[in-house]
């Protein structure tokens, strides 16, 4: 599977919503796990939520926890990331990666090296 890329970014004022998608090819899409991933500048990347291959299982960073949201379409073979609740601290460039396996071993979906194929990410700008 290999991450087409991602869109839905944008400028959004604390409190608002954003949903991002995240298309990918490969017809072993629906037997593939996906993540999402974002880096602030100046800080490390960080994981922030995964979906299993059939979406019965997800998974999701503390911080976003809650407010975050994800889903996938294995129809469409996409993946999205329903944003609420935004807050200036979630402003990063956000990247959909494609995992190694269709569901993770324990603690595997927020590591880096779970995943083959990453997105050129998108931008999101929460704005106080």
């Known amino acids: 599977v290999q991450v087409v890329g991602e869109s839905g970014g944008g400028l959004v004022q604390a409190g608002g919503s954003l949903r991002l998608s995240c298309a990918a090819s490969?017809?072993?899409?629906?037997?593939?796990?996906m993540g999402w991933f974002r880096q602030a500048p100046g800080k490390e990347r960080e994981f922030v939520a995964a979906i299993s291959w059939s979406g019965g299982a997800t998974y999701y960073a503390d911080s976003v926890k809650g407010r975050f949201s994800i889903s996938r379409d294995n129809d469409k073979n996409t993946v999205y990331l329903q944003m609420n609740s935004l807050k200036p601290e979630d402003t990063a460039d956000y990247y959909c990666?494609?995992?190694?396996?269709?569901?993770?071993?324990?603690?595997?979906?927020?590591?880096?090296?779970?995943?083959?194929?990453w997105g050129q990410g998108t931008q999101v700008t929460v704005s106080s």
């Open positions: 990666a494609a995992s190694i396996y269709n569901d993770y071993p324990g603690g595997a979906w927020a590591k880096s090296v779970s995943y083959s194929s």
């Open positions: 490969g017809r072993t899409f629906s037997n593939t796990a």
